[in-house]
């Protein structure tokens, strides 16, 4: 069974950087795919970001490409997501995830585990 704890969250002023973390446990070779995805209130949640970790791919949602980059640490079994230049409108809950496939992109259907997210706040 995969776990994943997320942390990093917080406040931070438009223009400024946050990285978030996802603790990773019972991963396996199989679970080749993670992802960070975000929800505001009232909105569907939405994919911002993918890594195969095998291949190291990544992919990234159009909203965020240049400004946030996903990563892994192996040594550490931890995934990140960098963002810089945030804007008010990156508010949201941010979920790490888990799965297994080859794209390893930003749908959520290819994400079998979940995390229980962390808050980040953007002010303007």
């Known amino acids: 069974q995969v776990e994943l704890v997320e942390s990093g969250g917080g406040s931070v002023q438009a223009g400024g950087s946050l990285r978030l973390s996802c603790a990773v446990s019972?991963?396996?070779?199989?679970?080749?795919?993670m992802g960070w995805f975000r929800q505001a209130p009232g909105k569907e949640r939405e994919g911002v970001a993918g890594?195969?970790?095998?291949?190291?791919?990544?992919r990234y949602a159009d909203s965020v490409k240049g400004r946030f980059t996903i990563s892994q640490d192996n040594a550490k079994n931890t995934v990140y997501l960098q963002m810089n230049s945030l804007h008010a409108e990156d508010t949201a809950m941010y979920y790490c995830?888990?799965?297994?496939?080859?794209?390893?992109?930003?749908?959520?259907?290819?994400?079998?585990?979940w995390g229980q997210g962390t808050q980040v706040t953007v002010s303007s």
């Open positions: 890594i195969n970790t095998n291949s190291g791919r990544t």
């Open positions: 995830a888990a799965g297994s496939g080859i794209y390893c992109g930003t749908d959520r259907y290819d994400y079998n585990y």
């Open positions: 019972g991963y396996t070779y199989n679970d080749n795919c």
